[in-house]
């Protein structure tokens, strides 16, 4: 608990949203295969070592974990031969497993596998060899190469990802607006890093560290305005340290450009931010504090001085020594706006810091504000405990996601609104004083603003407790985005539930038979901003009969369920990249960038039977009178075309 805890989050960004085969690995692979009969291939695997390091082969085991594997795209191909080495290696004692003896390689080998196929054999596949190498006291297991096959008489996928002809700067109406404003984005992101800040600021760490701090500062005698310059200064350095958190986001940005959707919809990360969740919402209960290495606030501490160096470690200082307050707070910041890109991040993060430096400048500069602050007390422990039930309930989307994407059917909507009645009924029974926690005082009587709050809490308990029927109210337009979509319910028939088109050709076909327009959603199962259309603009009684003149297609970029063998590919995007088809997600993903050149969900595009552009493509667009304007401009774009 005590190691950096969100220093790991953070890593996790950025290791898991990166190529698993870098251009430098140290051992690269390729591969070929050959005809061994009736739908079986053999696989040759050819490994480059150019500086001598131990490959360890196929055959050795480290205490039940398997030193190469390979990892199929899909259940149908079985493994008829194992995996194995063409010649023998040689044999190495190692110190890491005392002095046990493995089989390496130390120059270029070869390995061969199996495969055979009990459905159609596709023309081209990707594989995965997860293997293990080291050299000497260097020990890299799992690592993972992607290797790409050609299958000889496999059958040629014919699918097109680009529509020929489709001109997105010359749509046949003027309307929409296909440029992304974010600014107003960007001030609601601040004002919410703002809000958490100020929590933070309310926390046993921070809250009496103000009068401290200020009264500092204020004792200069006959040079006041050098201690209010200073202190000033401190509050800036404070803004400035947390900003720079957001910094490897920006040059992450820079390494892989789909790094922030791979974060939102990477069902191991998902689970990892819960995890994370879990144990920053117990650390504010009380049961244990998340601390960084003392070393690294004794080494800030011991450079603090009077000039702007000594504040800056000040600042520093504080930063550290209240990292078992404001890293909960900052983790959910940082999972929840890193999923937006490196700017979102970053107005997040400088809103943390404003809220949490500002108070020490403004205290300085006005040193009789602190007669009118409360005095430190347990109200400051309710406020942890509250963060901790809100950080449960904010765990519970991250697993919900990993749920949604990968297909689990396991929180369904109706079971993510009774587990989080459960939490704020929990919550609600805290406030009273039914129930304490490891840092409440005991006897404590219970205030009139706790016992507000508490009522506050157990009418929003109320208000989404019908999110768990199978009823018209079932609806919580105020949460929408959270819950999962209303058709992923334990309900046979949900009530609010109108399942629309899930994939392009279909949607083509009726167009053209009925024509009618077709209107995209490019949407995802993690996307919020999704759910918050469906639900609050999409149910809009005009937006409703509108839509219903259209074809109707939902196209999920962020869905996991692999495609059938004969569907799965290399395609080559229109700037010469490769990209691997192989999921679902994959396949929609590549259909929005290549078409419409745009990566945001949600994204609306409106079609013509013979697929030309009628209008100019729309992200989110909660206002649904404008909504509305763009839907029945497309059907008059729709009406100029000829039969």
Same mark, same amino acid.
């Given at each position: 608990?005590?190691?950096? %805890?969100?220093?790991? $989050?953070?890593?996790?960004?950025?290791?898991?949203?990166?190529?698993?085969?870098?251009?430098?690995?140290?051992?690269?692979?390729?591969?070929?295969?050959?005809?061994?009969?009736?739908?079986?291939?053999?696989?040759? =695997?050819?490994?480059?070592?150019?500086?001598?390091?131990?490959?360890?082969?196929?055959?050795?085991?480290?205490?039940?974990?398997?030193?190469?594997?390979?990892?199929?795209?899909?259940?149908?191909?079985?493994?008829?031969?194992?995996?194995?080495?063409?010649?023998?290696?040689?044999?190495?004692?190692?110190?890491?497993?005392?002095?046990?003896?493995?089989?390496?390689?130390?120059?270029?080998?070869?390995?061969?596998?199996?495969?055979?196929?009990?459905?159609?054999?596709?023309?081209?596949?990707?594989?995965?060899?997860?293997?293990?190498?080291?050299?000497?006291?260097?020990?890299?297991?799992?690592?993972?190469?992607?290797?790409?096959?050609?299958?000889?008489?496999?059958?040629?996928?014919?699918?097109?990802?680009? /529509?020929?002809?489709?001109?997105?700067?010359?749509?046949?109406?003027?309307?929409?607006?296909?440029?992304?404003?974010?600014?107003?984005?960007?001030?609601?992101?601040?004002?919410?890093?703002?809000?958490?800040?100020?929590?933070?600021?309310?926390?046993?760490?921070?809250?009496?560290?103000?009068?401290?701090?200020?009264?500092?500062?204020?004792?200069?005698?006959?040079? @006041?305005?050098?201690? @209010?310059?200073?202190?000033?200064? #401190?509050? &800036?350095?404070?803004?400035?340290?947390?900003?720079?958190?957001?910094?490897?986001?920006?040059?992450?940005?820079?390494?892989?450009?789909?790094?922030?959707?791979?974060?939102?919809?990477?069902?191991? =990360?998902?689970?990892?931010?819960?995890?994370?969740?879990?144990?920053?919402?117990?650390?504010?209960?009380?049961?244990?504090?998340?601390?960084?290495? *003392?070393?690294?606030?004794?080494?800030?501490?011991?450079?603090?001085?009077?000039? +702007? %160096?000594?504040?800056? &470690?000040?600042?520093?200082?504080?930063?550290?020594?209240?990292?078992?307050?404001?890293?909960?707070?900052?983790?959910?910041?940082?999972?929840?706006?890193? +999923?937006?890109?490196?700017?979102?991040?970053?107005?997040?993060?400088?809103? &943390? *810091?404003?809220? !949490? *430096?500002?108070?020490?400048?403004?205290? $300085?500069?006005?040193?009789?504000?602190?007669?009118?602050?409360?005095?430190?007390?347990?109200?400051?422990?309710?406020?942890?405990?509250?963060?901790?039930?809100?950080?449960?309930?904010?765990?519970?989307?991250?697993?919900?996601?990993?749920? !949604?994407?990968?297909?689990?059917? !396991?929180?369904?909507?109706?079971?993510?609104?009774?587990?989080?009645?459960?939490?704020?009924?929990?919550?609600?029974?805290?406030?009273?004083?039914?129930?304490?926690?490891?840092?409440?005082?005991?006897?404590?009587?219970?205030?009139?603003?706790?016992?507000?709050?508490?009522?506050?809490?157990?009418?929003?308990?109320?208000?989404?407790?019908?999110?768990?029927?199978?009823?018209?109210?079932?609806?919580?337009?105020?949460?929408?985005?959270?819950?999962?979509?209303?058709?992923?319910? /334990?309900?046979?028939?949900?009530?609010?539930?109108?399942?629309?088109?899930?994939?392009?050709?279909?949607?083509? @076909?009726? $167009?053209?038979?009925?024509?009618?327009?077709?209107?995209?959603?490019?949407?995802?199962?993690?996307?919020?901003?999704?759910?918050?259309?469906?639900?609050?603009?999409?149910?809009?009684?005009?937006?409703?009969?509108?839509?219903?003149?259209? /074809?109707?297609?939902?196209? #999920?970029?962020?869905?996991?369920?692999?495609?059938?063998?004969?569907?799965?590919?290399?395609?080559?995007?229109?700037?010469?990249?490769?990209?691997?088809?192989?999921?679902?997600?994959? @396949?929609?993903?590549?259909?929005?960038?290549?078409? &419409?050149?745009? +990566?945001?969900?949600?994204?609306?595009?409106?079609?013509?039977?013979?697929?030309?552009?009628?209008?100019?493509?729309?992200?989110?667009?909660?206002?649904?009178?404008?909504?509305?304007?763009?839907?029945?401009? *497309?059907?008059?774009?729709?009406?100029?075309?000829?039969?």
């Amino acid at each position: 608990m005590k190691n950096i %805890l969100l220093s790991l $989050a953070c890593f996790f960004l950025l290791v898991f949203s990166t190529d698993a085969q870098s251009k430098n690995d140290p051992i690269t692979w390729k591969g070929k295969t050959t005809i061994a009969g009736q739908n079986k291939y053999l696989v040759h =695997l050819m490994a480059e070592n150019k500086d001598g390091w131990e490959l360890y082969a196929p055959n050795n085991n480290f205490e039940g974990i398997k030193s190469a594997e390979i990892i199929l795209p899909d259940s149908s191909i079985k493994i008829y031969s194992p995996l194995q080495a063409i010649v023998a290696g040689e044999k190495i004692s190692s110190s890491i497993f005392q002095g046990s003896t493995f089989e390496v390689f130390k120059k270029d080998v070869e390995w061969t596998i199996g495969l055979e196929f009990t459905q159609a054999v596709p023309a081209h596949l990707n594989i995965q060899l997860n293997y293990t190498y080291g050299k000497k006291d260097e020990f890299f297991p799992g690592e993972i190469s992607t290797i790409p096959l050609d299958f000889e008489g496999g059958k040629e996928s014919t699918s097109s990802l680009k /529509i020929e002809g489709l001109s997105i700067d010359q749509p046949i109406a003027a309307c929409g607006d296909s440029e992304k404003k974010s600014d107003d984005g960007l001030m609601k992101i601040f004002l919410l890093g703002f809000l958490g800040g100020l929590f933070a600021l309310l926390t046993p760490c921070v809250f009496p560290m103000v009068p401290l701090t200020v009264s500092f500062f204020t004792k200069h005698g006959s040079n @006041k305005k050098k201690g @209010k310059r200073l202190a000033v200064l #401190y509050g &800036f350095f404070i803004f400035l340290i947390y900003v720079a958190f957001s910094l490897p986001f920006h040059l992450a940005g820079n390494i892989n450009p789909s790094v922030y959707n791979d974060i939102s919809t990477n069902v191991y =990360l998902n689970i990892a931010f819960f995890v994370i969740f879990l144990i920053f919402a117990f650390s504010f209960f009380g049961f244990y504090e998340i601390t960084l290495p *003392g070393g690294l606030a004794n080494s800030a501490n011991a450079k603090q001085g009077s000039d +702007t %160096l000594g504040v800056f &470690f000040m600042a520093l200082t504080l930063t550290i020594v209240s990292f078992s307050c404001t890293g909960p707070i900052l983790g959910t910041l940082l999972v929840g706006t890193a +999923t937006a890109g490196a700017w979102p991040l970053t107005a997040g993060l400088a809103g &943390f *810091g404003v809220a !949490l *430096g500002l108070p020490f400048a403004l205290f $300085a500069l006005f040193p009789q504000w602190l007669n009118s602050l409360p005095k430190s007390g347990g109200w400051l422990n309710t406020v942890k405990v509250v963060l901790g039930f809100i950080e449960l309930a904010l765990a519970l989307k991250f697993i919900s996601n990993a749920d !949604l994407v990968a297909h689990w059917s !396991l929180i369904k909507r109706e079971v993510f609104f009774g587990v989080w009645i459960l939490l704020f009924l929990g919550l609600f029974i805290y406030l009273m004083g039914w129930i304490r926690f490891p840092h409440d005082t005991k006897g404590l009587k219970i205030s009139w603003q706790r016992k507000i709050l508490a009522v506050l809490v157990l009418l929003f308990t109320f208000y989404i407790s019908p999110g768990v029927t199978n009823s018209k109210y079932a609806n919580i337009s105020l949460i929408s985005g959270f819950p999962p979509p209303v058709c992923y319910s /334990i309900y046979n028939d949900p009530v609010n539930c109108e399942e629309p088109l899930k994939d392009y050709d279909e949607a083509l @076909k009726l $167009a053209k038979a009925q024509n009618k327009p077709i209107l995209i959603d490019f949407t995802g199962w993690a996307c919020v901003n999704c759910r918050k259309m469906e639900e609050n603009v999409w149910t809009n009684q005009q937006v409703k009969a509108l839509m219903d003149q259209y /074809i109707l297609v939902s196209l #999920y970029v962020d869905d996991k369920k692999p495609l059938p063998l004969d569907q799965q590919y290399l395609y080559k995007t229109s700037s010469g990249t490769e990209v691997s088809i192989t999921t679902v997600g994959n @396949k929609w993903s590549v259909f929005q960038t290549e078409n &419409f050149n745009a +990566t945001s969900q949600p994204w609306y595009v409106v079609l013509s039977p013979d697929q030309r552009l009628i209008s100019k493509p729309i992200g989110y667009t909660p206002n649904s009178e404008k909504f509305a304007a763009w839907l029945s401009c *497309g059907l008059t774009g729709m009406k100029q075309i000829k039969p």
